[in-house]
Nanobody, 125 residues
Framework: EVQLVESGGGLVQAGGSLRLSCAFSGFSLDDYAIGWFRQAPGKERESISCISRRDSTTYYADSVKGRFTISSDNAKNTVYLEMNNLKPEDTAVYYC??????????????????WGQGTQVTVSS
């Protein structure tokens, strides 16, 4: 059974940092891509980053490029999202999601099959 559990969210001041964790089970990163998404109140879910070990590729949305870093630790079955220089507009519920790799890099939410429950990130100004 595939499971994903996010943690690490919280309240931080603008300019601060947080590291989100996505602990997963039921699959290997050799076969699955993992993406990070966020959804702010009244807005659509936004793709912000993904990692594909198979293709040795990472992706970042322009809104987070240069500030966020995605990484993985296979020994711990965990994918991380390091978030630096946080801004109030980064406030959202953050989700990780997984999909078995196919052709290409999965960027969009509807390409993913498995989702965590989300973790709240709030950035105060």
């Amino acid at each position: 059974e595939v499971q994903l559990v996010e943690s690490g969210g919280g309240l931080v001041q603008a300019g601060g940092s947080l590291r989100l964790s996505c602990a997963f089970s039921g699959f290997s990163l050799d076969d699955y891509a993992i993406g990070w998404f966020r959804q702010a109140p009244g807005k659509e879910r936004e793709s912000i980053s993904c990692i594909s070990r198979r293709d040795s590729t990472t992706y970042y949305a322009d809104s987070v490029k240069g500030r966020f870093t995605i990484s993985s630790d296979n020994a711990k079955n965990t994918v991380y999202l390091e978030m630096n220089n946080l801004k109030p507009e980064d406030t959202a519920v953050y989700y990780c999601a997984a999909v078995q790799e196919g052709l290409g890099i999965p960027y969009e939410a509807d390409e993913y099959d498995y989702w965590g429950q989300g973790t709240q990130v709030t950035v105060s100004s």
